[in-house]
């Protein structure tokens, strides 16, 4: 670390100081472009996606399903109720299964365990979302055929890292004498945890699940593979191929017809609606929950 | 009723016996849990290769340096696609990282307190937006506008360099180039602005009292403490950037060629599989596009084991560097 050089540096900067500071405020000018600009691209997206979607909007649009390749006189509901059933089950199959390595890495692993455990999570988060489509595709469409569950499975995939993660995170932040307390009092270390340890960071344990959901519910890429060629109507067997919301935007946008492209500008303003308003309520959730275990 | 349990001898038995049963049960169940995510990684290494297997039995290393997709011919090759993954991922960065620098010498440095969180809040919200949607933005609106305004500037200007030659195109290099900075930037900000945050405050007063200005306090304590990090938040966004499948789909173009133009349409092997994986007849061609998985997978793990090094080598080891859901509160 050359924590000890800046003084000498400076000392012989010293003779300049119309110049250094001058230099100064250019990089503080900069930095404060930079995140203007950052937010303004925020702003630019979301409000291109309310100002071009919000005119094709309707009961029309949220009740009808989707009409045959082409025909854009319909609306969205089948991919809505697929959309739902999809993340739905990804959501049962992720967050049981992910709040329980978190409690196997935080209770019980040794840290010659939990530590690889860590990094195959870390690694299961790095993997490209396409290949978790190409991976499930391999494993339950191949020889087969698209459906619903295979596309609850990749979300569930993608899913897995961020609540095992987020909800370690939530579980070490739970105060050791809460736990030591009811050690002490003689209670078991599973009855700890269920009336104890879980309880207190149940909010923590919800905002990670949230963001999770809020995570997959846009996501598109695997779904292409495994679950994108769907009948007509609003389909809820999840051993059928179901519509979904990124699908329909995916493919929207990639036809030349510009009514297309104003049913994809509706379509995204209702998903981006949904995943920005799940983030703020897990935000608030996150945050009371920490106020409540005094971190 | 739980003090009574305990008081009663017959009930204590009963809870003792549950409790010798529940102890390991839930050791076991949790234990399950994360033996199948260990599981899943191997899975998805074995599948994918497993599916890639003809295509690499069939074109060997050689396919990394064809330069060739033809699936009439069926000589498949994965050099376009590498090519194309590294251009729009190193412009994404180049981009990526000195903003994101800078946006976090705004947020931890300049930002008055009452700004800091709303802002670090919507700089986060940008990592939220579901990559179709900023797709869908990057072909009707960012698109147009590189085509019209953006790209004869920049050829009127710096025309006589060949990477900004050709006709303007709504769909190319640039405009994924872009779309990847817009996606990298949140991410690289959110790990980076933590770094900075670790900075001892001792440090930067002592720079301060010896008459440092902002900036060269920034440049000479901050930085030079934050550099692991700050390398280790760009390796992790160009982990994001290779593995973007749609948004890249959505705005490239899709041609199978090099080109030196950054005008020029291309394509990136996480696009190119998201373009025809679902089309592709079996024989060959979808054996190929799961080799171009491979190879993505191996970048991928690279990329991810790399930046963890980096991190724990500048004992940097109390800051996380995985953007976890949770840290981008």
Redesign the interface.
């Known amino acids: 670390m050359s924590s000890g050089d800046p003084g000498h540096a400076l000392l012989l900067d010293r003779g300049n100081l119309k110049r250094r500071n001058r230099v100064n405020r250019l990089v503080e000018v900069s930095s404060t472009i930079a995140t203007l600009l950052a937010v303004a691209v925020l702003l630019i997206v979301v409000g291109s996606v309310i100002s071009k979607g919000i005119g094709a909007l309707s009961i029309h649009f949220l009740t009808t399903p989707m009409g045959l390749f082409g025909d854009t006189s319909g609306g969205i509901s089948n991919a809505i109720v697929g959309t739902g059933i999809i993340v739905g089950i990804a959501a049962l199959m992720a967050i049981p299964v992910g709040l329980l390595v978190a409690i196997f890495t935080t209770e019980f692993a040794s840290p010659r365990i939990g530590h690889p455990i860590r990094f195959v999570l870390d690694l299961l988060n790095g993997v490209p979302t396409i290949i978790t489509g190409i991976f499930v595709y391999g494993l339950m469409v191949a020889g087969n055929k698209q459906s619903g569950i295979a596309g609850s499975v990749a979300l569930a995939i993608i899913m897995l890292p961020i609540v095992a993660r987020t909800a370690q995170e939530v579980l070490t932040l739970v105060p050791g004498t809460l736990k030591e307390a009811a050690y002490a009092l003689g209670v078991a270390r599973w009855r700890t945890l269920l009336r104890v340890t879980l309880p207190t960071a149940a909010g923590g344990l919800l905002t990670g699940a949230l963001l999770a959901v809020a995570r997959v519910a846009g996501e598109t890429a695997p779904l292409i593979l495994v679950c994108s060629i769907f009948g007509q109507g609003v389909l809820t067997e999840p051993n059928e191929a179901l519509a979904s919301i990124p699908v329909f935007i995916f493919q929207s946008s990639e036809s030349p017809s510009p009514e297309a492209h104003t049913q994809a500008w509706a379509a995204a303003l209702i998903l981006i609606a949904f995943v920005l308003v799940l983030n703020v309520v897990a935000r608030a959730f996150y945050a009371r929950s920490r106020k409540r275990m005094g971190a | 009723m739980e003090a009574g349990a ?1 008081g009663n001898p017959v009930l204590r038995a009963r809870r003792n016996r549950i ?1 010798r049963i ?2 390991p ?3 076991g ?6 033996a ?3 599981v ?2 191997v ?2 290494a074995y ?2 290769i ?2 890639a297997w003809p295509a690499i039995t069939k074109f060997g290393i050689g396919f990394l340096t064809t330069n060739d997709w033809n699936p009439v011919t069926e000589r498949f090759g994965a050099a376009p696609f590498i090519y194309g993954t590294a251009v729009t991922s190193a412009i994404a960065l180049l981009f990526a990282a ?2 994101s620098i ?2 976090s ?3 931890t ?3 008055p307190s009452r700004v800091r969180r709303p ?1 670090a ?3 986060d ?2 990592a ?10 990057g ?3 960012l698109g147009p506008f590189m085509h019209d305004t953006i790209q004869p500037a920049l050829k009127s200007t710096l025309g006589f360099l060949p990477i900004f030659s050709g006709d303007p195109s709504a769909f190319s290099y640039l405009t994924a180039a872009l779309i990847l900075t ?1 996606m990298t ?2 991410i690289i ?1 959110s790990v980076t602005r933590e770094v900075f945050e670790t900075v001892p405050g001792e ?1 930067k007063e ?2 301060y009292a ?9 440049r ?2 901050v930085l ?2 934050s550099r692991a990090g700050i390398v280790g938040a760009t390796i ?1 966004g160009l ?1 994001r950037a ?5 948004a890249v789909a ?1 705005v490239i173009g899709g041609a199978t060629g090099i080109n030196v133009s950054l005008f020029h349409t291309g394509s990136t092997m ?1 696009a190119q ?2 373009a025809q ?2 089309g592709a007849p079996g024989a060959l061609q979808k054996p190929s ?2 080799y171009l ?1 491979v190879i ?2 191996v970048f ?2 690279i ?3 790399v930046a ?1 090094l980096i991190v724990q080598r500048g004992s940097l080891k109390d800051v996380d560097v ?1 953007p ?4 981008a ?1």
């Open positions: 305990l409790d529940g102890d049960l839930l050791r169940l949790s234990g399950l849990a994360a199948l995510a260990v899943v990684i899975a998805i599948e994918v497993h599916l000195p903003l800078a946006i010498i705004y947020l440095e300049l930002a802002v809040t919507l700089v919200m940008l939220a937006i579901p990559s179709v949607i900023l797709g869908l933005w072909i009707l609106v817009i930037t949140p900000t440090l002592g720079a010896l008459g440092a200005t902002r900036w060269e306090m920034v000479q304590v030079p403490y992790l982990g290779i593995g973007e499948a749609i959505q996480a599989i998201a994986f679902q596009l799961a998985g993505l997978l991928a793990v990329v991810n084991v963890r995985t976890t859901e949770a840290e509160l």
